[in-house]
């Protein structure tokens, strides 16, 4: 662990640690072992360490001290830490309002900022999403840039419960292999993802304060982009997303034997086929994304049919839908 993270000096994390493996010491013991790189005394570092509590003295003669137990010492240090990070980012939002108030966003030329360069491009996605702190909508449809097909940094904000995720993804992207198991990674993670097609447009949003769509019609690489900020048009991309969302059939993340309302269970490879056939891709598109033949995903549809006691597509379809799969 790098306890400078925590607010310890150099100084502070070597004695800390050399203290960590023994009983107690005094101070002059201590100047023994420790070399700091710095004039500063070991006892000017213990109390330093005492007052951050990491550090106690103990009674009797001589002066002795003893490291505190870690658990509790440096879980206390990183509570404190993250009070004043939550301070930093309450006065954040406070300066945002008085940025606000005082008029940039009502200059019609900064309404909409062009982005030019796919590293810029890049580097302004991330800054939205890093940025924002209840919810990130994503419109997601192909040509890819890259072979990369997740998201690694979403995958690290909602480890950490930063904000929430809400992806559309274009039925098209599903047909692109590992696709499906980047989707499905995401959604474990927490994402909330439908799949619609004909998606009109790439776009990341933040907290309905900003947003970036790309300036080329279905582009590869984004190499030139229009930031979006409060206004009619930020609105209307708003809307867009979440009329296409409505419209959207769910990748459902939960499902399982286990908590489907119903007496039917479907093993895990059975329930990947219905997430997929759902959204309406072909056999042979469901197979890709599940390394099956199209003829395994066939047969697994007419077991499920049979399952269902339904003698169709149409009809296995309205039993998914009144379960919950669409």
Not at 153 to 163: F, H, I, N, P, R
Request: with cysteine; charged share 20%.
């Amino acid at each position: 662990m790098n306890l400078a993270s925590l607010g310890l000096t150099p100084d502070e994390c070597s004695l800390y640690l050399l203290l960590v493996d023994r009983t107690a010491a005094t101070a002059g013991e201590m100047s023994e072992d420790w070399r700091p790189g710095s004039s500063v005394s070991a006892t000017t570092v213990l109390a330093s360490l005492e007052a951050k509590g990491l550090v106690t003295t103990l009674t009797g003669c001589p002066t002795r001290h003893a490291a505190i137990a870690p658990d509790v010492a440096l879980d206390n240090l990183a509570r404190v830490r993250e009070q004043e990070i939550a301070k930093a980012r309450a006065f954040a939002g406070e300066l945002t309002e008085r940025w606000r108030r005082a008029g940039r966003a009502t200059v019609p030329a900064e309404l909409i900022e062009i982005v030019v360069g796919r590293s810029a491009t890049l580097q302004r996605s991330e800054q939205i999403q890093r940025t924002s702190t209840e919810e990130v909508l994503i419109i997601d449809t192909p040509p890819y840039a890259t072979e990369q097909l997740g998201n690694p940094l979403e995958s690290q904000l909602l480890t950490d419960a930063v904000t929430s995720y809400r992806c559309l993804y274009d039925r098209s992207a599903l047909e692109i292999a590992g696709k499906y198991e980047a989707i499905r990674a995401l959604v474990a993670d927490g994402e909330v993802a439908r799949v619609i097609p004909g998606l009109p447009l790439k776009m990341v949003m933040g907290d309905r304060r900003i947003a970036m769509v790309p300036l080329e019609t279905a582009p590869e690489a984004i190499s030139a982009a229009a930031v979006i900020h409060p206004s009619s048009l930020l609105d209307s991309l708003h809307m867009l997303f979440e009329a296409l969302w409505r419209q959207a059939t769910p990748l459902t993340p939960g499902l399982s034997p286990g908590t489907l309302q119903t007496p039917h269970r479907l093993d895990p490879l059975d329930q990947d086929v219905v997430r997929l056939l759902v959204t309406g891709l072909t056999d042979k598109a469901i197979g890709r994304q599940l390394d099956l033949a199209e003829r395994t995903v066939q047969r697994r549809v007419r077991g499920i049919m049979q399952i269902y006691g339904v003698h169709n597509r149409l009809q296995l379809g309205i039993r998914l839908a009144q379960e919950g799969w669409a």
